[in-house]
């Protein structure tokens, strides 16, 4: 009888280390994250500036960049152009600048933004169809031509169209 | 009938003159009125009011050499120089939470890397009922601040308009052409 007693005994001690050991195996540590506010943060060009020379000629500035200091990657999801001030955006590859009467108000719009081209195609209308992608800390140029008959009035610093780049994060 | 014979060669003698003065007075305005039809043809293609002007006379002001403009690289450099000043950084909380319609939420606007003192607007996207406008100075952030409307608790998807203003008229200057599409306001209750 002692020597059954002795046996459980020692049978049950295993047992609970074998027990003791199973859970210690399988114990979970929690990993807990907060996630702060995420900052929105680019640098962009207020203005995009146009000057038709004494000749007709048509000169941009070439140094015009958009800057992604957010906390991730961006992307431009739209971008849309429009007519103001009595001027039309009309079709870039369709105006001919050499023969158009002058003195009317149309101006077509080319822009070349990290491998992607976009025209105006119509009356606030342009064929910009995809997203532009901007990585953290990246500047990306944005390259832009504009085309516009000879102007019988000379115009000082006039807006003639506003052009709208729309973000979202890059997910 | 003696006098009237005496006076014949003097009669003649003054035709004589008044043909020859006759005759130069012609010549003479022959000489001038081809003179002013020549000068017609060489005024052809200007003004009429200048037509009947005869002669030349230099403009006092006038220089050698052609009108030239600024060159394409000086052009192309004013404009850069201009663009360069007008650069826009736009920085906050791309979703800002108020714990209630009238409670300060998180915006979390930096005004840095500008020339300008800036105006942040925030525009509910379904009616752009303006919901925010604030402005901030240069080096200046607003970390918390409150809503124009009470709005009831929900999520509010947003758009957002920045505008560079100088600091000595407060005219706005240059509006970002940028929207953020992920601007969402939080209120929670």
Known sequence: ?171 | MIQAKQQQPTDKKREKILVIILLVVFVLSALLLSYQLMSLVGAKGTHPEKVHKIGFRADDNSTDGTIKGKSKKEIIAALNKKVAEMYNTITMNPNPIFADGKAKGTLDIINIKNHYPQVYEIYLKDTNQMIYTGGVEVGHKIETSNLLVDLPKGDYTCYLKVYLVDPATGDRIGMSPSTPDFLKVTVLS
Do not use: C, H, R
């Open chain 1, 1 to 171: 009888m002692k020597k059954l007693l002795a046996v459980l005994l020692t049978l049950t001690l295993i047992s609970a280390n074998l027990v003791v050991a199973f859970a210690a195996d399988t114990s979970t540590v929690p990993v807990n994250l907060t996630v702060e506010p995420q900052i929105f943060s680019i640098t962009v060009p207020t203005v995009l500036l146009i000057t038709q020379t004494s000749t007709g000629e048509v000169q941009v500035a070439d140094n015009v960049v958009i800057t992604n200091n957010s906390a991730g990657p961006v992307k431009i999801t739209d971008i849309s152009t429009t007519g103001v001030n009595g001027w039309s955006t009309v079709d870039y590859d369709g105006l001919d600048v050499k023969s158009a009467k002058v003195g009317i108000k149309n101006v077509g719009f080319l822009f070349k933004i990290g491998g992607t081209e976009t025209k105006t195609t119509g009356a606030d209308l342009n064929n910009f169809a995809s997203s532009v992608s901007i990585t953290k800390g990246q500047s990306i140029p944005i390259i832009y031509d504009a085309k516009l008959p000879a102007q019988s009035t000379a115009l000082v610093n006039t807006q003639v169209a506003e052009v709208v780049f729309t973000f979202g994060w890059d997910e």
